[in-house]
């Protein structure tokens, strides 16, 4: 079946520093991806997502490759800031044969940024 | 637009007892979904709703029940609370059910069941 692991948290880092979160995905035909963010106290947003193979997202500084030859697609952001401190989910988006695309999600890494 | 909103935001219940979480979107969206989130796992789809008057089962809908009347309301209802039911609660909405497509979530509901 349809599954995404994501590296487990927590992952620490200094203000500037470069950040690497792993996903990889397993998924019949041709899944959408996507990467979340949930900030404390709050529910998930969106943060990038692709929806085909070499596909790259980004938004606010934060960039993910869909690969499709390695089932990946890894969170990177080159200079990290306190206020990216938040729990971060892979999802993927497959649908079933003559069913609506349902979100399936990793088990989430938590991210905390010091100064 | 406030989005996706959800009451209450914490609540704590005694086995056996009921509840309904409240979900309301003001986006006129078709799609509506509720997710438990248990600690340290990702989230897991409980129902669904593709537009009024149609539901159906997630990955784990058993003691659950929902219904959809209208466009905007997606009221879950747990019947006979269970300490397995402790768990943070997400209901989302999308426009489309289709890949690529963004769901919205609320802030979520925090129940004990104690």
């Known amino acids: 079946g349809n599954s995404v692991t994501q590296m487990e948290g927590p992952v620490t880092l200094s203000e500037e520093a470069f950040l690497t979160i792993n996903c990889t995905y397993t998924?019949?035909?041709?899944?959408?991806l996507f990467w979340y963010v949930q900030y404390p106290g709050e529910g998930l947003q969106l943060l990038l997502k692709?929806?085909?193979?070499?596909d790259k997202g980004s938004n606010k500084g934060f960039e993910a490759t869909y690969r499709k030859e390695t089932t990946s697609f890894h969170l990177e952001k080159g200079s990290v800031q306190v206020s990216d401190s938040a729990v971060y989910f892979c999802?993927?988006?497959?649908?079933?044969?003559?069913?609506?695309?349902?979100?399936?999600f990793g088990a989430g890494t938590r991210l905390a940024v010091h100064p | 637009n406030a989005g996706v909103t959800q009451t209450p935001k914490f609540r704590i219940l005694k086995i056996g007892q009921s509840m309904t979480l409240q979900c309301t979107q003001d986006?006129?969206?078709?799609?509506m979904y509720w997710y438990r989130q248990d600690p340290g796992m990702g989230l897991k789809l409980i129902y669904y709703?593709?537009?009024?008057?149609?539901?159906d089962k997630g990955e784990v809908p058993n003691g659950y029940n929902v219904s959809r009347s209208t466009t905007e309301d997606f009221p879950l209802r747990l019947e006979l609370a269970a300490p397995s039911q402790t768990s943070v609660y997400f209901c989302?909405?999308?426009?489309?059910?289709?890949?690529?497509?963004?769901?919205?979530f609320g802030p979520g509901t925090r129940l004990t069941v104690l």
């Open positions: 986006m006129n969206h078709n799609y």
């Open positions: 709703s593709v537009g009024a008057g149609i539901t």
């Open positions: 989302a909405s999308s426009s489309r059910g289709v890949g690529g497509n963004e769901q919205f």
């Open positions: 692709a929806t085909k193979a070499d």
């Open positions: 999802a993927l988006s497959a649908s079933p044969s003559g069913g609506y695309n349902k979100l399936i």
């Open positions: 998924a019949t035909g041709y899944p959408s």
